[in-house]
């Protein structure tokens, strides 16, 4: 299972972002914007939590599909979805996204915001290949995961050589948490070409501290 239960208390105990981060919005927009009929358009969201990247593809009129392991996640992102965009086209269920349930070649792009930094190598390995899967050939990916040396690393308890039980910045009480190397993406996206891996660095903690993500644009070969 590609869920940490950790997750479940966090979506039910405390209120999450409502709008998608910019980079997601331009991965959406270069690939996305110009087809003649958004509607026939399928992204799916691994790990999609309690909807903004949801709502915002559903308002921009693209078919749209969320995955989660809580409960909690899943009821929070269908009823934004319901109240704020009447009509969307879609489903949002509880899963593993290591096991989808949906066919080879279904989805034209697949948004992965930090899933995959919440598990372990083995099982993002096993994640994105079930994403490959699910693609259809020339679909899109987008990744935002944590990078090696962002504020966390090192802290609490080691679960494993990348991995860490935080005890400070951002993963602090967020369960399994792991930091990606620059070595490691093209092992975990084999089956994909690389477009861009881009270094996204934001100081935090009156810029003592660095949070540092990897994006990560791929297309199915």
Sequence with gaps: MSWDPVWEKVFSSQQWGKYPGEDLIRFVARNFYKAEDRS??????IGCGPGANLWYMAREGFK???????????????????????????EVIKGDIINQPYQDGWFDAIIDNEAGSCN?????????????????PGGKIFIRTFAEGSWGEGTGERLAPDAWSCSQGPL????????????????????????????????MDDMKQVVSEWLVNGVKK
């Design 172 to 203: 602090a009480g967020k369960g399994y948490s792991r930091f990606t190397k620059q070595s490691q993406i093209p092992e975990l996206l084999a089956g994909f070409e690389i477009e861009s891996i881009e270094k996204l660095d934001r100081t």
């Design 64 to 90: 749209v599909y969320g995955i989660d392991g809580s409960s909690s996640a899943v009821t929070q992102a269908q009823q934004y979805l319901n109240a704020s965009v009447p009509g969307w086209e879609g």
């Design 120 to 136: 372990s190598y083995e099982n993002a390995l096993l994640i994105y290949k079930e994403a490959h899967r699910v693609l259809k």
């Design 40 to 45: 026939v358009i399928r992204i799916l969201e």
